[in-house]
């Protein structure tokens, strides 16, 4: 695994970081993502003393700017000679209604956006590069709630924090279902997963007080941040998966995602709605 390279998105903490210290420890490269210079450095040191690899690095990116998740995609290129894997994993929660630069809901634009535009921007490069190139994008089990209203895609109306949660839990669904068909034929996989309810603050940093405190106590009976990042390491790194595409998990097992995901035409007509957004 010396030579291979992942790009893993939201992993200066939580989730991420564990992801990023176990494909480490297997002898990837790791280049993390994080908004903070300084954070990312303080965790590209964690993870090196965590997995005892040096080859850990790191880039820098606004998830909810769409020039800088196309930034991000160009430092990338011109600083790694390959990209084998891509680790979708950046995600936020916000409880308020609030609109990013480009004026897209901010949990659309993190959640949704941000994955679609970046693996559009890295595809023919991960093409290119790698002979065996994976996706991973992390969804949740939330996205069973979600459902989708083309005429009100950001919930502008009726505003509901994990609503709209559920919301973008779902389009990453469809965007992997969609994009595995996209592929076929080609030498890249992608998949999508829950990664359980996990020990992270990821409900605590765009809500009011008490809403970080009800997250904080429903995070109070998850699994830790390790456990969590385990089916994604799965997925990243797992020979059993090889070729593999197109498919949800949970717990390192392919599961089912929710029947309103398979309904005919909404992955195409997402990926339509999607394309209209990208600025």
Known sequence: MQDKIVLITGSTAGIGKATAVGLAKQGYK????????????QAVDDIKAQSGSKEVDYLTADLSSQKS????????????????????????VYNKYELSVDGIEMQMA????????????????????????????????????????????FMAKNYGGYT????TKLCNVLFTLELAERLK????????????????????????????????????????????????????????VEGVSGKYWAKSKHKWHSRYSQTEGL????????????K
């Open 69 to 92: 998740v196309k930034q991000l995609a160009t430092d990338f290129k011109a600083k790694y000679p390959r990209l084998d894997v891509l680790v979708n994993n950046a995600g936020a």
């Open 164 to 167: 709209m949660y559920e919301r």
């Open 185 to 240: 034929g080609s030498n890249v996989t992608v998949n999508a997963l829950h990664p359980g309810v996990v020990k992270t603050d990821i409900g605590k940093k765009h809500g009011g007080w008490l809403y970080a405190l009800g997250w904080g106590f429903f995070a109070n009976f998850g699994i830790s941040v390790d456990k969590g990042a385990a089916t994604s390491i799965y997925l990243a790194s797992s020979p059993e």
């Open 30 to 41: 790791v280049v993390i993502v994080g908004r903070d210079a300084a954070k990312a450095q």
């Open 110 to 153: 993190i959640n949704h956006m941000a994955y679609f535009i970046l693996t559009m921007e890295l595809l023919n490069y991960i093409k290119q590069t790698s002979p065996s190139g994976r996706i991973v994008n992390v969804a949740s089990h939330s996205h069973y709630g979600g459902k989708l209203d083309f005429d009100d895609l």
């Open 267 to 278: 992955k195409e007509k997402l990926w339509e709605a999607t394309e209209k957004l990208v």
